[in-house]
């Protein structure tokens, strides 16, 4: 009987400088999203959830808020770069290169820029990358570049654990 494999995510060791990742999902961004996420924030620009604004802008319609896109593209990006990380460390130069839309979808990749064992923390390292946000047609949209700091692999591993069930899943399906 073979077991389905799990995905962890990387380990520190496991990143090269230059490999690129186009991150495996997409999400598309509905209306809900984008005015709870803009009230949540208590962001009060009405061209994020005021439609009779909006239609007078130079848009024409309302925008995404810029934090939704940041933070849906950094989203995007965990399974590939940080979902082994113990701390992000910053993001600079971030840009907003192009309008989102309520309909748009995303997509991000990132490209690995720089590694480097921590000082601070022997278990781990420093994982630098250029991420950038695309929509449905190839626009990018956004950009910046990111440091977190993930586990090396031996110290990773010991603090990720399944929990052992009373009664296995073979036997439980019976």
Known sequence: M?????HEGSYFEDFSI???????VGRTIT????????????????????ADYAQRSIHGREVVNSGLTLAI???????????????????????????VFVG????????ITNLRESKSRPQAGIVSC???????DGLEV????????????????AVRR????DVSIVERAK
């Open 2 to 6: 073979s077991q389905g494999r799990r």
């Open 104 to 111: 748009d979808t995303l997509y991000g990749e990132s490209i």
């Open 31 to 50: 209306h809900s999203d984008n005015v709870w996420f803009t009230l949540l924030t208590m962001n009060t620009n009405e061209l994020h959830f005021n």
């Open 18 to 24: 230059g490999d690129v990742f186009a991150h495996p």
């Open 142 to 157: 956004l950009s910046y570049r990111r440091s977190v700091m993930v586990y090396k692999q031996a110290a990773g591993q």
């Open 73 to 99: 593209v950094l989203g995007l990006s965990v399974s590939d770069i940080s979902q082994n990380a113990l701390a992000n460390l910053g993001w600079d130069e971030i840009r907003l290169s192009h309008p």
């Open 162 to 165: 399944f929990p052992c069930a």
């Open 130 to 136: 250029f991420t950038r946000g695309l929509n449905q």
